[in-house]
């Protein structure tokens, strides 16, 4: 056993034996990141934590390989589709945590790539510590860094990029508002990362253009990246818009400008 599975048996114990004494039994919750999808990602230290757990609760866009990981005898708990509704509002799966951390030693909230990457994972960290809850962050390889990669385009690049700007492209209201200064993402860096930015993308790639970026600029979207079904589409400012309608392309997915994103030609196929 592992010296972090060892630590988490030994704090089911520990729990067990708060209980038996009636001290406070509280369990603690893990805000486990489970990657991008291909469950090779996965960090070992977030397995370790997905195979001694006594409750799993897990987003949307959690890959199958790594639900598959879950200890069978865990509860799993979908937040992203429960009671035949599309999804738990934000303060219910807060309160399912705090319950499930009452009755339980080990809660697993598990999320897509890192849990403090356009994840509300610092809002729930912050809601279960107000709660009186013991928590702790396990990271995990954001989709925006690892979608590129399998895509073969490295963010940086000693010729094409030094610095990156990692934003949401989701602009609905009352979540990462206030607005985002897109003149401003324009210009900060050589290559811009985009999360949820599919819906939006149309206006996106106008406010760029418009803030001066060149309609030959190259861009990159990566859909599904990592998992066997992951999906590409390349071109530049000025036709992203047209292929996209072409082809049907949609969310979820990654999108990566700048001129990193002329690397896939020669980096990308070559994955075992
Ligand atoms: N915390 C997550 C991001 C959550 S926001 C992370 O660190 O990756 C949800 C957005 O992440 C999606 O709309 C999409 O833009 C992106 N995303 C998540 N998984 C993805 C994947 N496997 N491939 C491409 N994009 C992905």
Redesign the pocket.
């Known amino acids: 056993m592992n010296r972090h599975r060892h630590e988490v048996a030994s704090r089911r114990v520990d729990a067990k034996d708060a209980k038996e004494e009636g001290k406070n039994c509280l369990g603690k919750v893990y805000l486990v990141?489970a990657g991008?999808?291909d469950p090779g990602l996965m960090t070992l230290k977030g397995k370790g934590l997905l195979e001694c757990a006594d409750v799993v609760i897990y987003d949307a866009?959690v890959?199958p390989a790594i639900i598959e990981m879950i200890n069978p005898q865990a509860e799993k708990i979908n937040a992203g589709k429960r009671r035949g509704r599309h999804s738990l509002v934000q303060e219910e799966t807060t309160q399912l945590m705090i319950e499930k951390a009452q009755e339980h030693a080990v809660v697993v909230r598990l999320?897509?790539?890192?849990?403090?990457?356009?994840?509300r994972?610092g809002e729930e960290m912050e809601e279960l510590l107000q709660a009186g809850v013991d928590v702790e962050v396990v990271p995990?390889?954001?989709?925006?860094i690892?979608?590129p990669a399998y895509a073969g385009i490295p963010l940086t690049h000693r010729l094409y990029s030094s610095s990156v700007t990692f934003v949401?492209?989701?602009e609905a209201a009352g979540k990462y508002r206030p607005s985002v200064n897109w003149s401003a993402i324009a210009h900060g860096s050589e290559t811009i990362v985009?999360?949820?930015?599919?819906h939006n993308l149309p206006y996106i790639v106008q406010e760029l253009v418009k803030a001066g970026l060149s309609l030959e600029t190259p861009i990159a979207l990566?859909?599904?990246?990592?998992?066997p079904d992951?999906q590409e589409l390349l071109g530049e400012l000025g036709t992203i818009i047209e292929q996209v309608e072409q082809t049907g392309f949609e969310?979820?997915?990654?999108?990566v400008i700048g001129a990193v994103v002329h690397m896939h030609k020669i980096l990308s196929g070559c994955r075992l």
Do not use: C, E
């Open positions: 990141g991008p999808g866009l890959s999320k897509g790539g890192d849990p403090f990457v356009f994840g994972g995990g390889i954001t989709s925006g690892a979608a949401t492209g989701h985009i999360y949820m930015g599919i990566v859909r599904w990246g990592t998992r992951q969310a979820p997915a990654i999108v």
